[in-house]
């Protein structure tokens, strides 16, 4: 493999995917696109173990797919066999996120969708089989959808533990499987939904984003509609965090630090009713002591902004972070915490994903 | 044989190729028979609802659906429907 040049960064739209690469010190970027013209992306990936672009493709009149290429963006071929039983009553909604499988299942890939549902492809994305067990949950019936409708956002593997994995969905909870995907529980434990009769239910919380630290898997970190939580248990009990620093525990986007398993950054919006920068500041808050205290890192940032981050609209590397704004700012962290907006003007952001470019 | 007409995104999903004429009996199966069915219809089958089908300049609702018969028909429309933004 040719040496990283840069960073390639995907960046879903409401009007089409774009591909930024910028230089190695993340300062000059240059766009191509948009790809996929029309299609609201709400998640495209760089399939790390071959290149294959993967895109969550959505369109009002013509519905939910995912989209491939396999030359970098010039061509692109839509999944077959993507939908919902008849005899669950449900229909596809919306397709938002793709996860690669492990390294060792090279054709398998994950699928959140709406409403509230996983697929897994075994042969590279041309077809999809929606995984039983979420959907036929037997808590199905407490899952209610927010505004947003009822999304599977975050699909994480175990890197350690083959058969275990867990997604997060919107107005359902964070579900852990031990089984490869065969049953799931729910891991909502001191998880707050203030919207239910029970705020501390065993489903019905609303996670926007949940991530694992690949280097302490047994560690989660969750954005949660109520407050930004960690498990240090697999998910079995949550500590919230937002308080020391944090001007609101409501948000959606969440990064890691790879390197280490302490290091969290959120990006606080006013409240569930006010989806805009807390303090009208946008900023992205750090913690380095999981959790425990939150400092703002606001360099290079606007200092008036009412933005919105939508909850798969940051990502991160182990060099640095980036995040995309509602309002098409694109923004990557340079050197000594220094931010530099990439392009701006661009459709409404929805997803971000990064990997390494070599030309 | 009738003629089906694509528009924009659904062209540009079938490499470009705005008319396909297909061999079919029913305003289904032409819509069926195009590389871009799977754009137009849900899994049950069911007609995206911001779809707009016209039959020789007729609404095909208005002809009895998907099931309506294509003889004689010369040309079968596919439209986005307005729907704002």
Redesign the interface.
Same mark, same amino acid.
């Given at each position: 493999m040719a040496p990283a040049l840069g960073v390639l960064a995907l960046l879903g739209t409401s009007k089409g995917l774009f591909l930024l690469r910028g230089d190695d010190d993340r300062r000059r970027w240059r766009t191509e696109g948009p790809l996929l +013209?029309?299609?609201g992306v709400y998640h495209a990936i760089a399939d790390p173990r071959d290149g294959t672009l993967y895109a969550a493709a959505n369109? %009002? +009149?013509?519905?939910a797919?995912v989209q491939r290429s396999t030359d970098g963006g010039q061509t692109w071929r839509?999944s077959?066999q993507?939908? %919902?039983p008849?005899e669950s009553g449900l229909?596809?909604n919306a397709t938002w996120h793709i996860e690669p499988g492990r390294p060792e299942d090279p054709a398998t890939l994950y699928l959140g969708a709406a409403p509230g549902v996983l697929f897994r492809s075994g042969d590279g994305g041309e077809t999809w089989d929606v995984n039983r067990g979420i959907l036929e949950h037997p808590t199905r019936a407490g899952w209610f959808p927010g505004a947003g409708g009822m999304s599977c956002h975050s699909v994480q593997l175990d890197p350690r533990a083959r058969d275990r994995m867990y997604v997060g969905i919107t107005a359902a909870g964070v579900f852990r499987s031990d089984d490869g995907g065969e049953t799931w529980i729910p891991v909502n434990k001191n998880v707050e939904a203030d919207f239910l009769a029970d705020p501390y239910s065993e489903v019905g919380q609303c996670p926007h984003k949940l991530l694992l630290h690949p280097a302490r898997p047994e560690r989660l970190w969750q954005q949660n509609h109520f407050g930004v939580y960690r498990s240090d248990d697999h998910g079995d009990s949550w500590v919230r965090l937002d308080g020391n620093g944090l001007p609101s525990g409501f948000g959606f986007p969440l990064m890691l630090d790879p390197k280490d398993p302490d290091t969290a950054f959120v990006i606080p919006e006013r409240s569930a009713e006010y989806h805009y920068s807390a303090g009208g500041r946008l900023a992205v808050y750090r913690t380095r002591d999981a959790g425990d205290t939150w400092e703002a890192m606001t360099d290079g940032l606007p200092e008036q902004a009412w933005a919105a981050v939508l909850r798969e609209a940051s990502a991160f590397d182990s060099d640095s972070l980036y995040f995309g704004t509602q309002g098409g700012s694109f923004f990557a962290l340079t050197e000594s915490d220094m931010w530099v907006e990439a392009i701006r003007h661009l459709p409404p952001i929805l997803s971000v994903e990064v990997t390494p470019w070599s030309g | 044989m009738v003629g089906v007409i694509v528009t924009?995104?659904?062209a540009?999903?079938a490499e470009g190729r705005r008319r396909f004429d297909v061999e079919a009996e029913t305003v289904g199966e032409a819509l069926r028979a195009l590389p871009v069915w799977?754009?137009?219809f849900?899994?049950?089958g069911e007609l995206?609802r911001?779809?707009n089908v016209y039959v020789d300049g007729t609404d095909h609702r208005e002809r009895g659906g998907l099931q309506a018969p294509v003889a004689g028909a010369r040309e079968i429309r596919v439209v986005?429907?307005v729907?704002g933004?």
């Amino acid at each position: 493999m040719a040496p990283a040049l840069g960073v390639l960064a995907l960046l879903g739209t409401s009007k089409g995917l774009f591909l930024l690469r910028g230089d190695d010190d993340r300062r000059r970027w240059r766009t191509e696109g948009p790809l996929l +013209v029309g299609w609201g992306v709400y998640h495209a990936i760089a399939d790390p173990r071959d290149g294959t672009l993967y895109a969550a493709a959505n369109h %009002l +009149v013509y519905g939910a797919t995912v989209q491939r290429s396999t030359d970098g963006g010039q061509t692109w071929r839509r999944s077959k066999q993507i939908g %919902l039983p008849e005899e669950s009553g449900l229909t596809l909604n919306a397709t938002w996120h793709i996860e690669p499988g492990r390294p060792e299942d090279p054709a398998t890939l994950y699928l959140g969708a709406a409403p509230g549902v996983l697929f897994r492809s075994g042969d590279g994305g041309e077809t999809w089989d929606v995984n039983r067990g979420i959907l036929e949950h037997p808590t199905r019936a407490g899952w209610f959808p927010g505004a947003g409708g009822m999304s599977c956002h975050s699909v994480q593997l175990d890197p350690r533990a083959r058969d275990r994995m867990y997604v997060g969905i919107t107005a359902a909870g964070v579900f852990r499987s031990d089984d490869g995907g065969e049953t799931w529980i729910p891991v909502n434990k001191n998880v707050e939904a203030d919207f239910l009769a029970d705020p501390y239910s065993e489903v019905g919380q609303c996670p926007h984003k949940l991530l694992l630290h690949p280097a302490r898997p047994e560690r989660l970190w969750q954005q949660n509609h109520f407050g930004v939580y960690r498990s240090d248990d697999h998910g079995d009990s949550w500590v919230r965090l937002d308080g020391n620093g944090l001007p609101s525990g409501f948000g959606f986007p969440l990064m890691l630090d790879p390197k280490d398993p302490d290091t969290a950054f959120v990006i606080p919006e006013r409240s569930a009713e006010y989806h805009y920068s807390a303090g009208g500041r946008l900023a992205v808050y750090r913690t380095r002591d999981a959790g425990d205290t939150w400092e703002a890192m606001t360099d290079g940032l606007p200092e008036q902004a009412w933005a919105a981050v939508l909850r798969e609209a940051s990502a991160f590397d182990s060099d640095s972070l980036y995040f995309g704004t509602q309002g098409g700012s694109f923004f990557a962290l340079t050197e000594s915490d220094m931010w530099v907006e990439a392009i701006r003007h661009l459709p409404p952001i929805l997803s971000v994903e990064v990997t390494p470019w070599s030309g | 044989m009738v003629g089906v007409i694509v528009t924009g995104m659904l062209a540009a999903q079938a490499e470009g190729r705005r008319r396909f004429d297909v061999e079919a009996e029913t305003v289904g199966e032409a819509l069926r028979a195009l590389p871009v069915w799977d754009l137009l219809f849900n899994e049950r089958g069911e007609l995206h609802r911001h779809l707009n089908v016209y039959v020789d300049g007729t609404d095909h609702r208005e002809r009895g659906g998907l099931q309506a018969p294509v003889a004689g028909a010369r040309e079968i429309r596919v439209v986005a429907m307005v729907s704002g933004g």
